[in-house]
């Protein structure tokens, strides 16, 4: 029986899964949700993040992911996965920034993995990491830019990306619902940030993850477009499929469409894990 692999994406952690994680037990299907380095337990939520905020300090405050790479993520993930794969086949799953590390872990170590499941992930073949494509046309359509004023401290010097999710300013949540979660409810919505944190590793969104035909390109794979996401366009998600099926033309990925948000899905359980459930595996 196959394990599926969970991935979280940027300023997330394993409980982004837990909604899936309870539909596929349901279906007597096993899980793992990984918390990358720096996430989950291990997030850092300095005193100046809480209540009551001081975001002066806060600016200046060292991230504890300054140093994490991509690699970083794949070195971690690694140990689970070979373990998992001594007792069968391994399915990796990445939402959003999730992407580049089932990418990166597939390029380095196909043989563990029998399928590979993009959730409007990142997935980059021509350029090397997400910040690269969204200088990109396709890019034009994300809500993404309308949040920048989430962001605090000079990245140099904090390094890493911080979005203060705690914040006050009503139209700043309003907009990044708009850009993420447009079809929850607004305690829905709430519910999100509160188990989100605020720091993301630059190294990790500017690292190179591009896919390799020689290893990621014999795994076969999955993407789930989201055709009411804002954050990252369908006509985003789209260049990415045509990208990695014209790396790979004797192995195109499986497309499957959902009407969700970027982080909507989480909240239509049941369709994911049906369609985690029908992927095909690679033949031993």
């Given at each position: 029986m196959a394990t599926y692999v969970l991935v979280h994406g940027s300023g997330s952690n394993s409980f982004l899964w837990t909604s899936v994680q309870r539909e596929l037990a349901l279906r007597g299907l096993p899980s793992y949700a990984a918390d990358l380095p720096g996430h989950g337990l291990d997030a850092q939520y300095p005193a100046a993040y809480q209540a009551p905020q001081d975001l002066d300090a806060w600016a200046t405050e060292p991230s504890t992911l300054a140093t994490v790479t991509l690699q970083d993520n794949v070195d971690s993930l690694l140990p689970a996965v070979r373990r998992l794969a001594a007792n069968g086949p391994v399915i990796l799953v990445g939402a959003s920034l999730g992407?580049?590390?089932?990418?990166?872990?597939?390029?380095?170590?196909?043989?563990?993995?029998?399928?590979?499941?993009?959730?409007?992930?990142?997935?980059?073949?021509?350029?090397?990491?997400?910040?690269?494509?969204?200088?990109?046309?396709?890019?034009?359509?994300?809500?993404?830019?309308?949040?920048?004023?989430?962001?605090?401290?000079?990245?140099?010097?904090?390094g890493a990306g911080r979005a203060n999710y705690r914040t006050a300013d009503k139209a700043l949540l309003e907009a990044l619902k708009a850009a993420t979660m447009a079809d929850a409810t607004d305690t829905q919505f709430l519910a999100l940030l509160n188990i989100l944190q605020p720091d993301e590793s630059l190294q990790v969104m500017m690292g190179d993850a591009r896919a390799e035909a020689a290893t990621w390109g014999t795994v076969p794979r999955t993407f789930v477009r989201l055709t009411a996401d804002r954050s990252l366009p369908i006509a985003l998600q789209d260049l990415l499929i045509r990208e990695g099926n014209e790396l790979t033309p004797d192995n195109q990925y499986a497309v499957q469409s959902l009407d969700a948000s970027h982080v909507g899905w989480i909240h239509q359980p049941d369709r994911i894990a049906d369609i985690l459930a029908g992927v095909d595996l690679k033949s031993a």
């Open positions: 992407g580049v590390t089932i990418t990166a872990l597939a390029n380095q170590a196909p043989e563990l993995v029998s399928h590979l499941v993009y959730i409007s992930a990142w997935a980059p073949v021509s350029k090397p990491n997400p910040i690269e494509y969204m200088g990109e046309p396709e890019f034009a359509e994300s809500l993404i830019p309308t949040v920048a004023g989430l962001s605090v401290g000079d990245p140099a010097i904090v």
